[in-house]
């Protein structure tokens, strides 16, 4: 029987390799990844039977597995090399571009020839990431490790971007990737559209805020398609769109976390030169107040003037009427302010439900 730790394709599930499976993904236009767990292995596995030295620990203490795991002792050059000769051919045989690189649990005893060896086996593990990237050029790998467990700076130098949570909860991403973002830059924090029903806290949310909600970062999906009405799927087409236009800002803007409340959440992008910026304003919770506070924008040029354009969600969410977007026309074209006003006095968000997000463009007009 095959575990974790025998990365080779089992015969008896794919007798004809995942060949079928790869050459889909590839004509409907897509590059293929594949998940791996390098660090981990079953004690039911080939691989395992084979090396049970293989394994990190301490003399006279038994090892203590966790998810069915050991943590394989990647400090010994013979499993370096068995790991990098299993990951690289399936690579050169299917023609991986991805790789989702996961490490789910934490390291008991972790000692090699009777001293402690973590810092050697994270050097290992760099070591092998950048074999890979050489053997590989082209490859790209996400850092997944339980949610950011193994978000450091070193790993950089050898992933493309990190994973930052699998709880795809929307209202829950507000708070990771603000709490994210005072470490990694918003292009390498992986941020995805959940399915309506959050697997980890049973939580439902409407589309248009599941997609708000995964702009500003690496924007991706995890979701079934299959599961989504046509009328969601126009939102999420339409959220897509709107990351596409405004990537570069988000990935290469300055970064702003805004004044927020105990129920809304504010940041923004702003663009080196001050030409530009798109803002979110999230509201998480329901407030005692008639009205919300202003959203105060930050990072603008005073002296300039800025046509601000409320892009998201697609139709109006005030609950009253009149409301500052139809006032300011904010849905239709924009109206222009100067940055002082922006920054010093703001602008009145409307009344909303909560696990509403509203994303604001502004443009200088001067």
Partial sequence: MLGLGDWWVSDAVYPDGLHAIVNRVKELGMEFGLWFEPEMVNPDSDLFRAHPDWVL???????????????????????????????????????????????????????????????????????????????????????????????DFGILRYSDRIWTSDNNDARTRQHIMRGGSHFLPLRVLGNHVGPKKCHITGRQFAMHFRVASAI?????????????????????????????????LIHGGHFLRLKSTATTNMIGCVARDQSEGLFSYAKLESELNTLPDRIMFGGLDPARHYRVQMVWPLANPSLSTPSIIEAAKLLEGGTTFSGAALMGYGIQPPLTFPDTCLIYHLEATD
């Fill in 57 to 151: 620990g301490a003399d006279g203490v038994d090892a203590v597995p966790f998810r069915g795991q050991f943590t394989l002792d990647l400090t010994r050059r013979e499993v370096l090399d068995y790991l990098f000769d299993k990951i690289t051919k399936l690579v050169t045989e299917y023609g991986i571009a991805y790789i989702k690189w996961d490490m789910n649990r934490d390291t008991n005893y972790p000692g090699s020839g009777g001293r402690g060896a973590m810092h050697a086996q994270t050097q290992a593990v760099y070591k092998l990431m950048e074999s890979l990237r050489a053997a590989h050029p082209d490859l790209e790998i996400e850092s997944c490790s339980s949610g950011g467990g193994r978000a």
């Fill in 216 to 248: 500003f970062g690496h924007m991706g999906m995890e979701l079934d398609l299959r599961d989504e009405s046509e009328a969601d799927l126009e939102t999420l087409k339409a959220g897509i769109a709107l990351h596409k236009k405004h990537r570069e």
